[in-house]
């Protein structure tokens, strides 16, 4: 039985912020498809996420698909719409990090890197636009990050698809804007997650002392800004990069 029938699409909704993102999401009253990338992860995690949004009224499963995968992602979203009818919100949060200094950066740690960042973008992306074109409205949220607006030594490859993301995004919503779809994207700082958690601690040391607010973002805080985008309050906003990151860049 469903409470509403607005659907969103959070991709990497396993962990960290997009779990943040499938919760508030489901909190503010949209069905959720919780993606995993794995059978495992889904099992393990992704579970729990749904159950957790289940418990606000609203309906909530796990799709596995790596989105680096076209074929898989197309197959995702022709299967959240048979479920849920519907495709309203899309939120491409899925990334990685494989960091490394340039000189010794493989082709791989660039390659994945890009697949799984930023061409994962382009497929969830391109699959649901016929899908919200139809529909004549939309809202797109690409999770970008402060390292592709400013760079970040030892994630050239990271950088360059956080970038690449900016691009998609200023040019889905020109293209799609009198279709009445939004597509923006949220650059965070550093948010605690189990990505940031592995960082050595003068690292984390230095990142904190550079960042106005002088501690890390929770993933609810990028949740938040998510939320608003998806919002009725968000209507006019479109093809912009909303910087959430406590002062780290200014
Ligand atoms: P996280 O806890 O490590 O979560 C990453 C998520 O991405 C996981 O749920 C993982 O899914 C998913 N994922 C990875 N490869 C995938 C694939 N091939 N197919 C489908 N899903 C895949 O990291 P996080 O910090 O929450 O990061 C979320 C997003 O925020 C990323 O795009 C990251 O770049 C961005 N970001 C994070 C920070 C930060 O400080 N944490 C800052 C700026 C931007 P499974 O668990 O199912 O494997």
Do not use: H, W
């Amino acid at each position: 039985m469903f409470t509403l029938s607005k659907t969103a699409i959070v991709t990497g909704a396993a962990s960290g912020i997009g779990a943040a993102i499938a919760k508030r999401l489901a909190k503010d009253g949209y069905n959720v498809a919780i993606n995993c990338s794995s059978e495992k992860s889904a099992s393990e995690r992704g579970a729990a996420v749904a159950e957790k949004c289940r418990e606000y009224g609203v309906e909530a499963e796990c799709f596995v698909a790596d989105v680096s995968s076209f074929e898989a992602c197309d197959k995702m979203v022709k299967e959240v719409k048979a479920r849920f009818g519907s495709v309203d919100v899309l939120v491409n949060n899925a990334g990685i990090t494989k960091d490394g200094l340039l000189a010794r950066m493989s082709e791989e740690q660039f390659d994945t890197v890009i697949a799984v960042n930023l061409k994962s973008v382009f497929n969830m992306t391109r699959a649901v636009t016929p899908i919200m074109m139809k529909q004549r409205s939309g809202r797109m949220i690409n999770i970008s990050s402060v390292a592709g607006l400013y760079g970040n030594a030892g994630q050239v490859n990271y950088s360059a698809s956080k970038a690449g993301i900016m691009g998609i995004t200023m040019s889905a919503a020109k293209e799609l804007g009198a279709r009445n779809i939004t597509v923006n994207a949220i650059a965070p700082g550093f948010v605690q997650t189990p990505m940031t958690d592995v960082l050595p601690d003068n690292v984390k040391e230095s990142i904190l002392g550079a960042t106005a607010l002088k501690r890390f973002a929770k993933p609810e805080e990028i949740a938040g800004a998510a939320s608003f985008l998806a919002s009725d309050d968000a209507a006019f906003i479109t093809g912009q990069v909303i910087v959430v990151d406590g002062g780290l860049s200014m």
